[in-house]
């Protein structure tokens, strides 16, 4: 089964989102530690989006699909937004105490860690990013 919707970068939109994707993952039976990680991936990935969109660039979108398949649910976010490649990103300091850690990191952190693979494109001025969370 695949679904696929195109999101506007604003906040009221990833809240949308969220009930559509749960909706689909449960009706293509995905349960547990899939659906949990395929819910948190759009969630966390389309988020971040969302803040680091300038107020300019408000009619941007991303584009979302979830491919569930027998064996893994895959996710694949879209978007035009300048090239961000997670894997550059400076890992979240985990053992360092609260107030000595960077601002932000934790839903990338999240993503890295739960996700069975996590690879990002660039294609033709977009970027791709594809999560794969196998179902157990």
Do not use: C, Q
């Not at 547990?32 to 759009?42: D, I, N, P």
């Not at 408000?58 to 961000?84: C, G, H, I, N």
């Amino acid at each position: 089964m695949t679904a696929a919707w195109s999101v506007p970068l604003s906040e009221d939109a990833v809240a949308s989102i969220e009930g559509d994707v749960a909706t689909f993952l449960a009706r293509a039976g995905v349960a547990g530690h899939a659906e949990h990680v395929g819910r948190l991936v759009v969630e966390e990935i389309v988020r971040n989006l969302v803040e680091h969109t300038p107020p300019y660039a408000s009619d941007e979108t991303a584009e979302v699909t979830l491919r569930v398949a027998a064996d893994a649910v895959t996710v694949v976010v879209e978007d035009t937004r300048p090239p961000f490649d997670p894997d550059d990103a400076p890992a979240l300091d985990v053992a360092a105490p609260l107030e000595a850690r960077r601002a932000g990191g934790m839903g990338l952190h999240l993503v890295r860690s739960l996700a069975d693979d996590l690879r990002y494109e660039r294609h033709a001025g977009r970027n791709r990013l594809t999560a794969t969370v196998r179902r157990k």
